[in-house]
């Protein structure tokens, strides 16, 4: 017997150690089935499992589920990232809690110990997958740093320096002042800022009594000023233009350059620029070919003799670029300061206006991120980016929503040279050595870098490596084919690449995706995979991004605890719309809990009326109407569920499967067929028995992708031990003739009929208790005759005294509804108060219009649509809608009851 309450802690670990004892998750390369491959985001080792994640798994795992039982050799190919920075960062506030830095243990003696930290700490995140119920391949778990993946790393980085395609170069980077190493902008955190706007003068050279004005949020960059930009169409400057300003305090002569960066609508119209210190500026130096100039160390504090001057990359006389004595090695922010105070001595602030902007600050280090012009690795991203484009153009990967597409080649197609080199200890060492004159060469192993250097020399020479360690994007990127074993040469890479579908969010679409797509097409002339589906946020319930600083952060683990890992799942499917971002609460996920108790309950029922599993059971020879009609809307519920899903409409199998279990098994079927058990036809009690069971275990089949431990326990529970596990059995096919358009047609009149007198009791407010006569107008013969098959059926699960047709007006004081072609005629004179009914039902809908009224000024106003972001806006939209529907339906029955 089952138990009277389902536990999910009962359950899930049990089940999910079966499924791995059994092997259910494997793939099989010698199989002559056609493979479905999912790769896996390898999260970062360092993560535990956040309701990001808890999305992105579940809807990899319901494909997964679902194709594997549809008799593809489904691959989910798990892995973890080794996280250069994120992991360098734990181990290090380790060693800071023992009074030691990484520099005390050496960079061997580090890196020993961040791996032993991984053995015993780390891939926790693994281990949560398990409970959200995750089904990939385990056995066949990389890791970024593993040996193969490492050579398919150096091999990748070899051959695209050989073909030109990675090279050395001096340009701006995020660069992280805490932690000493360039940084991405995925790594970067803008955070709004209350700051200051200082309006600067600076005086014309051939002209010192007029000046130029420039704003900047940064005066003490101003040091590093090359040029002043105007815009060439901006008539304040024209005349401007090509004359020179002298940068004061530094007596630099600077020209003004015409350039559409400068906006004459914002400030002065004027910006100074700082192309060491600026990404913007950069762009601006590299047009005009300004001089570059490096005020700032690497902790971010003013060089302390000389600035270096770069131009075109390459460094150049500095003899008269001596930095002025009073902001020698200050930190940018004193240095600020004392700036801000040497130009107010000299009369050249013009004014200070409050002003709020975002600052960029490390994600790890919370160090406030500075743009340093620094040596730095670059791939050559423009020439893998063409290939890659066209890709996606012909369709050889496809986008879900397709409007991904278009940020996609925004990115694409101004793509910039991607920094791949950190300095870091801990990640990928890059394959480089320097010879005693700095000749430089790559190769893959230290021993070839000594081939390379004798051929050159004539004679052996020491060599030292490139101290860098690679962007952990760099092995990322070859994640779809280097976990399969690539460059050698394995049957796993000729199977299962490239892969099925993607799944991912839209923040790593330049990150991740685009790189993947690069990697995939230079060194396996294909794409990686032929859907990237990009599912939404999770936000919380007012729809506001999750933050620990909101404290509004939902932990998946502890809803888990709460509500069992199908709930959870559930909840995510069922909200995971397309281009929508999920709304999540512990309510939610209490709510599906409920639905997983509805089906727990409903499978007792079958168990206590003796409804169990029949093999040969065969539904399309039932001759019950009732039983027809439910293996129809099972044939229907499957179709549903499995177009659904192969075309990534999750939340719409989970709403036919939700619609099905809750509504026309639990709350229908089950009630309709309780005088057939109870009845004294034999026969029709066997065969609704059968057909019971029979749509029981369909439930679980269909639901089993997306709710898989209650479904695996209640699939063993009902059907015992010798059908085998539910996870490997072969997804239902519906026969085409279980359908029964006659049997559908009754039994839906029967259902529009009951739920049509339910809807006009909760309406007008009858108790639950009272019992009402109801009468049919208009009636045709089919009409008549159903009403009479299911007469008691009706009166009792609609609450109704006597049932009758009839061609006669209807009674004063009566409800009616439309059914078909019949009207619906409900007397309620003697049941409630019809007048204190009216009154209510005017009140509600003119409280409803008010809301609209409202709701319609917001839309209306065009400051709001301007500032509102778009999710409040869908928000309002929805809820005017609701309130329209809300007032109609009361029009309704106002209009019903109004004589």
């Known amino acids: ?38 790769m896996m985001p390898p999260p970062n080792v360092t993560g535990s499992l956040h309701m990001g994640h808890a999305l992105n798994m579940t809807l990899q795992d ?41 520099h005390d243990l050496g960079r061997e003696g580090f890196i020993e110990r961040v791996w032993q930290w991984r053995a015993h700490s780390g891939g926790q995140i693994i281990g949560q997958l398990r409970r959200l119920g995750a089904s990939p391949d385990w056995p066949r778990e990389r890791f970024t740093m593993d040996d193969g993946l490492s050579r398919a790393v150096r091999r990748v980085f070899v051959r695209l320096y050989k073909d030109g395609l990675i090279y050395r170069d001096k340009r701006l980077v995020n660069w992280d002042p805490k932690l000493h190493t360039a940084i991405s902008d995925l790594e970067v955190e803008q955070h709004p800022t209350k700051g200051h706007l200082w309006h600067l003068r600076y005086p014309l050279v051939d002209d010192p009594s007029r000046h130029i004005v420039v704003a900047t949020t940064r005066p003490e960059t101003m040091l590093g000023d090359t040029a002043v930009a105007v815009h060439p169409e901006d008539e304040r400057y024209r005349d401007l233009i090509g004359r020179h ?53 690497q902790n971010a504090c003013i060089n302390s003799a000389r600035f270096e001057v770069y131009h075109l990359g390459r460094a150049v006389d500095a003899e008269a670029e001596e930095i002025p004595a009073a902001f020698r090695g200050l930190d940018r922010y004193v240095a600020r300061e004392k700036v801000l ?35 730095q690795w670059y ?69 070839e870098a000594h081939i390379a250097a004798r051929q050159h020399f004539g004679h052996d020479v020491s060599l030292q490596r490139d101290g860098d360690v690679l962007d952990t994007w760099f092995s990322s990127a070859l994640w779809p084919f280097s976990t399969l074993g690539w460059p050698d040469d394995m049957p796993e890479v000729a199977r299962y690449y490239p892969g099925d579908v993607l799944v991912t969010g839209f923040d790593i679409i330049f990150f991740w995706v685009a790189r993947m797509m690069m990697m995939g097409l230079r060194f396996m002339d294909q794409v990686p995979f032929r859907t990237v589906y990009i599912h939404a946020l999770v936000r919380d319930e007012r729809g506001q991004k999750m933050a620990k600083s909101k404290g509004n952060v939902i932990d998946p683990l502890d809803l888990i605890d709460t509500y069992g890992a199908d709930a959870l799942r559930f909840t995510l499917i069922s909200m995971a719309a397309q281009g929508r971002d999920v709304k999540m609460s512990a309510q939610r996920v209490e709510g599906y809990r409920n639905f997983a108790t509805k089906l727990w309950n409903a499978a007792r029922y079958c168990e206590m009326n003796d ?73 029709a009690a066997a065969e609704t028995r059968g057909a019971t069971a029979w749509v029981l275990d369909q439930i679980l089949n269909l639901l089993n992708p997306l709710m898989p431990f209650l479904t695996e326990e209640l699939w063993e529970a009902t059907g015992g031990h010798n059908r085998g596990q539910l996870i490997v059995q072969p997804w239902p096919d519906y026969a085409s003739g279980l359908g029964d358009d006659k049997a559908a047609a009754e039994m839906d009149w029967v259902v529009a009929l009951i739920s049509t007198v339910r809807a006009v009791r909760a309406e007008m407010n009858v108790p639950p208790a009272a019992q009402m006569p109801l009468l049919l107008k ?16 009706v009166k009792r699960l609609a609450r109704l005294s006597s049932l009758a047709t009839t061609d006669v007006p209807p009674p004063r004081g009566s409800a009616q509804a439309v059914l078909g072609t019949a009207t619906v005629i409900l007397p309620l004179a003697d049941v409630i108060d019809l007048e204190q009914e009216r009154a209510r039902l005017g009140r509600e809908i003119a409280k409803a219009e008010g809301e609209i009224k409202k709701l ?12 509102a972001p778009e999710e409040v806006v869908a928000e309002q939209r929805e809820r005017r809608e609701e309130y329209a529907a809300t007032r109609d339906r009361l029009r309704a029955a106002l209009a019903s009851v109004a004589g």
């Open 778 to 793: 208009d009636a045709d013969a089919e009409a008549a005759a159903r009403l009479q098959r299911h007469g008691e059926l």
């Open 1 to 38: 017997m089952l138990e009277k309450t389902y536990r999910p802690s009962d359950v899930e670990a049990r089940q999910y150690q079966k499924w791995e004892e059994a092997g259910a998750f494997a793939c099989d390369v010698g199989a002559s089935t056609k493979p479905f491959t999912i």
């Open 611 to 683: 409804c169990r599993p029949d093999e040969d059971f065969d539904p399309a020879s039932c001759t019950e109407t009732v039983n027809r009609w439910i293996a129809g809307e099972v044939a229907k519920t499957g179709q549903r569920v499995a177009t659904a899903i192969e075309t990534f409409r999750f939340n719409e199998a989970a709403s036919a499967l939700y619609q099905f279990t809750w509504a026309t098994f639990c709350d229908w079927y089950l009630e309709f067929t309780k005088p057939i058990l109870a009845g004294d036809d034999a026969a």
């Open 379 to 447: 791939v050559d991203a423009k020439v893998l980016a063409e290939p890659a484009i066209k890709a996606v153009e012909d369709g050889d990967t496809v986008f879900v929503p397709k409007s991904w597409e278009n940020t996609y080649f925004e990115w694409m197609r101004n793509i910039q040279p991607w920094c791949i080199s950190r300095q870091l200890w801990w990640g990928h060492q890059i394959p480089a050595w320097y010879g005693p004159d700095d000749t430089l060469f790559v190769e893959e192993t230290e021993e």
């Open 62 to 102: 319901v494909m997964t589920r679902y194709y594997r039982r549809n008799g593809r050799d489904a691959l989910w190919q798990p892995g973890t990232d080794h996280a250069g920075i994120a992991t360098q960062s734990v181990v290090e506030r380790q060693l800071a809690g023992e009074g030691k830095t990484r």
């Open 341 to 375: 105070e040497a130009l107010e001595a000299q009369g050249l602030i013009e004014r200070i206006d409050a002003h709020e902007h975002t600052v960029p600050h490390g994600d790890r280090s919370g160090a406030v991120i500075e743009p340093w012009l620094t040596d």
């Open 856 to 867: 319609d000024g917001k839309l209306a106003n065009p400051q709001f649509l301007a500032k």
């Open 245 to 297: 300003v002298i940068l004061p305090l530094v007596g630099r002569h600077i020209p003004i350059v015409a350039d559409e960066y400068a906006d004459p609508e914002q400030g002065s119209g004027a910006v100074k620029i700082t192309p060491a210190h600026d990404f913007n500026d950069f762009e601006v130096g590299r047009r005009h070919g300004l001089p570059m100039i490096n005020i700032f160390d």
